[in-house]
């Protein structure tokens, strides 16, 4: 046997090729539909995931910020450096309460005063200020930009000067808006801002004085045309955490909760749709593959015959399923590429964001890569068939005739199949490396590559067990039923036909497509719900109990003010000891001093936590118990301050207002709602537990984001001693963001679901051409065209039936592992949805099965007289 | 009769009205097929004309028993399923097959599959059997036990037999032979008798 040069297998393969282009084109575009997709999904999703995290980041005006109440030692110091040494940008902002007076009238006012480096602060965002300057130019080592109440307050204009500590300043502008205020300090006063200089220059910066200082920083810009990686932000905060123990470090993604929970969702739900689209591809170029080698098989056995060793046959059917790959893949990058590009035309209107139009190198290696790779993986198991093939059934059909027990059988097609089984293996293997690499969220990645093998399995082995009993069915029953349905029924396990492969595809499709749909749901719902409009965007700090109403009734005067404010008493207090350990003693890192004091509040009703707050631990006390509190205080601590406390529900922890000690009994641990005001209190006793001790509110309003300013004037007029806050620029910027999230995510999984039904429609269209010869011999018999329509509309129902149910169960199952685990979203079952769902899964395959069996239909049975 | 190319095949499908003529009718049992709509074609030809082809064209979902009650359940409306069941049974026992009635395609030899084939050409007591080289496919004591059982099914049930073959020793068992060559009648040679038919020798 003479050595087939590559050269002659690929000549061979190729005329082949050009002999069946219709067949061959269906393959090739079942390949290009995965990969474009593939593509296209993921490249427009890391494009806009760079776009959207740079918003998010100037939430926070930085990559990583560490704040810290204590003054850097020499060696925290060094370590400083040593990270700007290694190329990572570092910028202090230094916050704190002091006392301002006007130098005309000397009238004395407290004001909470940011000191930054203008040539670096902000890294994002930017500062709005009243002219319009640059920071740069507002703030030098005489001048300084406040918030428009302090001049209000102290009857001052743009030009005039205030004294602060020894110090005069020129104010060269009014602080309209600054991009971290929601991650600043809430403190009370009116804003100053000035250079560090400045600050040092007036001297208030005395040992013991409360400084709160943040240091921002930024990475080194990324290579071009690529994202931030998430690794080296955490490489950062992991090294932060090491150097500044007793600091509280924070990345952009957290920056908020919501727009964190919300980049969550999305990264998490991207990747999830990479992974259907990959796996989608796959099935697709399997389903392909697998038709096209069943029609091979005559040439197979020919070229057997001839003289060629199953070495040269799969030499050449391996050079042919490379160029079908290679063709498919190429054809379905630039599909993809296309795709990526009309995504933001399309989305133009909706988000006022243009996602660079580069092209992105690395998805395309990757669509080109898995293309080629999932190719491959999946037609080496029939390639290696080959081998069995024998020529023989170039003279004759069905040569496999046995009636040995079905454990020998099985037994005998196990030891002929270890080659299958070990290609096998490198499909599972190549698809969980092809998985991890196609996803930005690890665990997304890790859960979908584990569930897909597990589910693969279970998948066929439930089709097998399914067609099994469908099986049994019909041997009791089969000649009692009408003979459309019995033939009908009888066509889903025919002997070699790939029904459970099918069956299997089918049900990982319905999964996938259901698992995205549930899971964009739920994210999309949650997202919305934080989007309404009553999120608090100015904040009323240090009312006093006599001013309360007032300001209640004020608000409730103003048109602008959209809900009912939320009020909220705060008692200040220190924690002393947590199960009765002092604090000194205690070594809890991330705490610092400013950890131990704390703020109290009561909720408005004595037996429920305040609107918004969830009970994650524990049980909240009843009416009696708050009743007994003065006697048996109680104590709700919100979630994240429980962790870092380590306590849980039956814990005490010492805390002490005014000089009285109270043994607080941990009730319950809580999540609190960022939207509600009560998200700033982190420890909620029961009323009575606080009966005297002083107390001062802070208040919550959403305002039109338009007339915050006209607000802000009417409160400082009628109450000067509170401070107002208005963050609703900032959370416009994060309402902008989710919203952006929520259409991306909903146009993303739309295309997603849409290319799945493609290349689902596409594999049930690939079992045409076993059909012809049948429609013939029935034709022949003389079976009409309903009736064979009739029989093949049963096959398929109950085909999508099956397929439908397996793949929803899993789905459900999926979608809640993925929203509970691992992106922390509601999961609710949907049994309409779901109904719905598995219904139409049933339609679209009748209807698929139909359009692809309907030029079938119209096969003249006149082919029954030529032989194959 | 005919060698291969000659036109044999043609003739058969314009005969059982699987492919239109170019010019010219057709006519079946003395109603014209080369018009009709498809469909009404397909019942026309599922009552008339019952089919053996060379290589059996048995549907491989359906057991031997279903393969022989399929032509029945495609044409008969009067929805008597147990008579045709009992006709399906009596015609693949007369094969000698009332052993593997449940058997698959698969599961059954040439022979065997072929043996249906005849019991399902013959369960209508069609007016017309197209026999397309019935032994094309199999050995010689296959073949030959064929052509007794299809020789012996048509003299039980009287129907018209019309045997497609290159083969001279099976023309010989027919009682007019129309001998076509490059798609024309070349010969039309009528017998005065059919040869006697010896008794079918059931099992093998």
Same mark, same amino acid.
């Given at each position: 046997? &003479?050595?087939?040069?590559?050269? +002659?297998?690929?000549?061979?393969?190729?005329?082949?090729?050009?002999?069946?282009?219709?067949?061959?084109?269906?393959?090739?575009?079942?390949?290009?539909?995965?990969?474009?997709?593939?593509?296209?999904?993921?490249?427009?999703?890391?494009?806009?995931?760079?776009?959207?995290?740079?918003?998010?980041?100037?939430?926070?005006?930085? @990559?990583?910020? &560490?704040?810290?109440?204590?003054?850097?030692?020499?060696?925290?110091?060094?370590?400083?450096?040593?990270? +700007?040494?290694? %190329?990572?940008?570092?910028?202090?902002?230094?916050?704190?309460?002091?006392?301002?007076?006007?130098?005309?009238?000397?009238?004395?006012?407290?004001?909470?005063?940011?000191?930054?480096?203008?040539?670096?602060?902000?890294?994002?965002?930017?500062?709005?200020?009243?002219?319009?300057?640059?920071?740069?130019?507002?703030?030098?080592?005489?001048?300084?930009?406040?918030?428009?109440?302090?001049?209000?307050?102290?009857?001052?204009?743009?030009?005039?000067?205030?004294?602060?500590?020894?110090?005069?300043?020129?104010?060269?502008?009014?602080?309209?808006?600054?991009?971290?205020?929601?991650?600043?300090?809430?403190?009370?006063?009116? *804003?100053?801002?000035?250079?560090? *200089?400045?600050?040092?220059?007036?001297?208030?910066?005395?040992?013991?004085?409360?400084?709160?200082?943040?240091?921002?920083?930024?990475?080194?810009?990324?290579?071009?045309?690529?994202?931030?990686?998430?690794?080296?932000?955490?490489?950062?905060?992991?090294?932060?955490?090491?150097?500044?123990?007793?600091?509280?470090?924070?990345?952009?993604?957290?920056?908020?909760?919501?727009?964190?929970?919300?980049? @969550? /969702?999305?990264?998490?739900?991207?990747?999830?749709?990479?992974?259907?689209? $990959?796996?989608?591809?796959?099935?697709?170029?399997?389903?392909?593959?697998?038709?096209?080698?069943?029609?091979?098989?005559?040439?197979?056995?020919?070229?057997?015959?001839?003289?060629?060793?199953?070495?040269?046959?799969?030499?050449?059917?391996?050079?042919?399923? $490379?160029?079908? %790959?290679? %063709?498919?893949?190429?054809?379905?990058?630039?599909?993809?590429?296309?795709?990526?590009?009309?995504?933001?035309?399309? $989305?133009?209107?909706?988000?006022?964001?243009?996602?660079?139009?580069?092209?992105?190198?690395? &998805?395309?290696?990757?669509?080109? /890569?898995?293309?080629?790779?999932?190719?491959?993986?999946?037609?080496?198991?029939?390639?290696?068939?080959?081998?069995?093939? *024998?020529?023989?059934?170039?003279?004759?059909?069905?040569?496999?005739?046995?009636?040995?027990?079905?454990?020998?059988?099985?037994?005998?097609?196990?030891?002929?199949?270890?080659?299958?089984?070990?290609?096998?293996?490198?499909?599972?293997?190549?698809?969980?490396?092809?998985?991890?690499?196609?996803?930005?969220?690890?665990?997304?990645?890790?859960?979908?590559?584990? %569930?897909?093998?597990?589910?693969?399995?279970?998948?066929?082995?439930?089709?097998?067990?399914?067609?099994?009993?469908?099986?049994?069915?019909?041997?009791?029953? *089969?000649?009692?039923?009408?003979?459309?349905?019995?033939?009908?029924?009888?066509?889903?396990?025919?002997?070699?036909?790939?029904?459970?492969?099918?069956?299997?595809?089918?049900?990982?499709?319905?999964?996938?497509?259901?698992?995205?749909?549930?899971v964009q749901r739920s994210i999309v719902n949650e997202m919305h719900v934080t989007t309404m409009e009553n999120v608090p965007n100015i904040f009323l700090i240090d009312m006093s109990t006599d001013e309360v109403m007032g300001v209640k009734v004020l608000l409730s005067q103003q048109a602008s003010v959209k809900g009912t404010p939320e009020i909220v008493p705060v008692v200040s207090s220190r924690l002393i000891a947590i199960k009765s350990v002092a604090m000194d003693k205690l070594k809890l890192q991330h705490m610092g001093r400013a950890g131990q004091s704390l703020n109290l509040t009561w909720a408005p009703t004595a037996d429920a936590p305040p609107p918004g707050d969830k009970v994650v631990e524990g049980k909240w006390w009843t009416a009696q118990m708050a009743a007994d509190s003065a006697s048996h205080p109680l104590v709700a601590i919100e979630r994240g301050r429980a962790n870092r406390m380590k306590v849980k529900p039956g814990d005490t922890i010492t805390l002490s207002a005014q000089d009285d000690r109270m043994v607080a009994t941990v009730a319950a641990v809580y999540e609190a709602d960022s939207r509600h005001t009560f998200s700033r209190a982190e420890f909620i006793l029961p009323e009575p537990a606080l009966a005297g001790l002083p107390v001062v509110w802070y208040g919550g309003v959403h305002c039109d984001p338009g007339a915050t300013a006209m607000l802000r004037r009417v409160l400082y007029e009628h109450f000067p001693t509170v401070t107002v806050i208005d963050v609703a620029a900032t959370l416009e910027v994060i309402r902008q963001v989710l919203l952006q999230v929520t259409y991306v995510i909903q146009f993303l999984a739309a295309f997603s679901i849409f290319a799945g039904i493609v290349i689902l429609a596409s594999a049930i269209a690939g079992t045409r051409y076993r059909r012809i010869r049948e429609v013939v011999v029935l034709k022949t018999l003389g079976a009409t065209r309903p009736r064979i329509a009739t029989i093949f509309s049963i096959e398929f129902a109950v085909l999508g039936l099956i397929a439908g149910a397996v793949g929803l169960v899993f789905a459900n199952l999926l979608a809640r592992e993925l929203l509970l685990r691992v992106l922390h979203f509601d999961y609710q079952f949907q049994p309409w949805m779901n109904l719905g769902t598995w219904i139409a899964v049933a339609m679209l395959t009748v209807v698929a099965g139909w359009m692809a069996s309907h030029r079938v239909l119209g096969q003249k049975p006149l082919e029954v007289l030529r032989e194959e | 009769m005919g060698a291969s190319g000659s036109g044999k095949s043609t003739l058969l499908g314009l005969l059982a009205g699987l492919d239109d003529p170019t010019s010219g009718t057709v006519a079946l049992n003395g109603t014209v097929i080369s018009n009709l709509a498809e469909d009404r074609l397909a019942q026309l030809r599922g009552r008339t004309i019952g089919f053996v082809f060379q290589s059996y064209q048995l549907i491989p979902t359906l057991t031997a028993l279903e393969n022989v009650l399929l032509p029945y359940e495609l044409n008969d409306d009067s929805g008597g399923q147990k008579a045709g069941l009992e006709r399906a049974r009596e015609l693949l026992v007369s094969v000698g097959l009332s052993a593997r009635m449940d058997h698959y395609p698969v599961q059954l030899s040439g022979g065997e599959q072929q043996r249906v084939a005849l019991a399902r050409a013959f369960i209508l007591r069609p007016p017309i059997v197209l026999a397309d080289e019935p032994t094309g496919n199999l050995d010689t004591v296959n073949g030959e036990h064929i052509l007794e059982l299809l020789l012996h099914l048509n003299h039980v049930e009287g129907t018209t037999l019309v045997l497609v073959t290159h083969d001279p020793a099976l023309a010989a068992h027919a009682r007019r032979v129309i001998t076509l060559r490059d798609g024309l009648v070349v010969s039309d040679v009528v017998k005065a008798a059919a040869p006697p038919v010896s008794a079918p020798s059931v099992g093998l």
């Open positions: 046997m &003479a050595r087939l040069s590559y050269g +002659t297998a690929a000549r061979i393969a190729t005329r082949e090729l050009h002999s069946s282009r219709g067949k061959f084109t269906f393959v090739i575009m079942s390949v290009a539909i995965g990969v474009a997709a593939l593509t296209g999904v993921r490249g427009f999703s890391s494009a806009f995931r760079t776009t959207l995290l740079l918003r998010a980041r100037s939430i926070m005006a930085a @990559d990583v910020a &560490a704040r810290t109440n204590t003054p850097a030692t020499p060696d925290q110091q060094a370590g400083l450096k040593e990270l +700007t040494a290694a %190329g990572n940008e570092e910028s202090p902002v230094t916050e704190m309460l002091s006392m301002a007076s006007s130098t005309t009238s000397l009238d004395p006012l407290l004001v909470s005063l940011k000191a930054v480096d203008p040539a670096k602060y902000p890294f994002y965002g930017t500062v709005v200020l009243e002219p319009a300057i640059p920071l740069k130019q507002a703030l030098t080592d005489t001048t300084v930009a406040v918030g428009d109440d302090l001049l209000l307050r102290l009857h001052l204009h743009v030009g005039d000067s205030i004294k602060l500590g020894t110090e005069r300043f020129r104010i060269a502008a009014v602080v309209e808006d600054e991009p971290d205020r929601l991650s600043g300090s809430f403190a009370a006063g009116p *804003r100053v801002l000035l250079t560090q *200089r400045a600050l040092a220059a007036t001297g208030l910066m005395a040992p013991g004085s409360r400084v709160t200082r943040r240091y921002l920083f930024k990475l080194p810009p990324a290579k071009p045309g690529q994202a931030l990686s998430d690794a080296a932000v955490a490489a950062l905060k992991t090294k932060l955490e090491t150097l500044l123990p007793e600091a509280q470090i924070t990345d952009y993604r957290e920056a908020n909760p919501a727009l964190t929970k919300a980049l @969550d /969702g999305a990264t998490g739900l991207l990747s999830l749709m990479s992974l259907v689209a $990959l796996v989608l591809g796959a099935v697709g170029v399997a389903m392909a593959m697998r038709a096209h080698l069943q029609q091979r098989l005559d040439s197979i056995a020919i070229m057997k015959s001839l003289g060629a060793g199953s070495t040269q046959v799969m030499k050449i059917y391996l050079m042919q399923t $490379l160029l079908l %790959g290679l %063709g498919g893949g190429v054809l379905g990058v630039v599909l993809g590429i296309g795709v990526q590009m009309a995504f933001p035309l399309f $989305l133009a209107k909706l988000l006022h964001l243009t996602p660079s139009l580069r092209l992105d190198v690395h &998805a395309i290696g990757l669509g080109l /890569g898995a293309g080629l790779l999932t190719t491959l993986l999946f037609t080496l198991p029939p390639l290696l068939d080959i081998r069995n093939v *024998r020529p023989i059934l170039i003279l004759r059909r069905n040569v496999e005739a046995s009636d040995d027990p079905f454990t020998t059988r099985m037994l005998r097609k196990l030891k002929g199949s270890i080659a299958q089984i070990v290609a096998s293996v490198f499909i599972l293997a190549g698809l969980v490396l092809l998985a991890t690499r196609v996803s930005d969220s690890r665990q997304v990645g890790e859960w979908f590559a584990g %569930g897909l093998v597990v589910v693969l399995m279970v998948l066929l082995a439930m089709s097998a067990v399914m067609l099994w009993l469908l099986r049994v069915f019909l041997r009791g029953t *089969r000649l009692h039923l009408p003979s459309s349905l019995r033939h009908g029924l009888a066509n889903l396990y025919r002997p070699g036909n790939p029904s459970a492969a099918l069956l299997a595809a089918l049900g990982l499709g319905v999964m996938q497509i259901a698992a995205v749909y549930m | -």
